[in-house]
């Protein structure tokens, strides 16, 4: 970790792709053992998901701090479209969870 550019580290701090391998490549052993390590990296979702619930927090409040007190709309809106773009990563996030807890894994 200690090579690794800020650049880098700011992206896997705030996007989780990183943490996973691909269930589609291989054949039927790769893709279960694939799975399996999923379903083990799956445990950091739920810290992806808080992560991005306080993005959004802060963002829909200095957004709301922009409209009303300094009545600047314009400014807003680049708090806003940050919040919006957390409620989608937040829904990914959920239904990811949800898909780990449900599906059974590759054929």
């Keep these: 970790m200690a090579d690794l550019t800020f650049g880098t580290l700011l992206y896997r701090y705030f996007f989780f792709g990183w943490l996973f391998r691909d269930v ?3 054949d039927r052993f790769e893709r279960s053992s694939a799975w399996r390590h999923n ?3 799956a445990r950091w979702l739920a810290t992806y998901l808080r992560r991005w619930l306080v993005v959004g927090g802060l963002m829909y409040g200095l ?3 922009c409209e009303t007190l300094l009545q600047a709309p314009i400014l807003s809106a680049f708090f806003f479209v940050p919040m919006a ?3 989608t990563v937040n829904t990914v996030i959920g239904t990811l969870m949800l898909g780990f807890k449900i599906l059974s894994g590759p054929l």
């Design 24 to 26: 589609g490549k291989g």
């Design 39 to 41: 379903l083990q990296q």
């Design 63 to 65: 957004g709301a701090l």
């Design 85 to 87: 773009v957390s409620i």
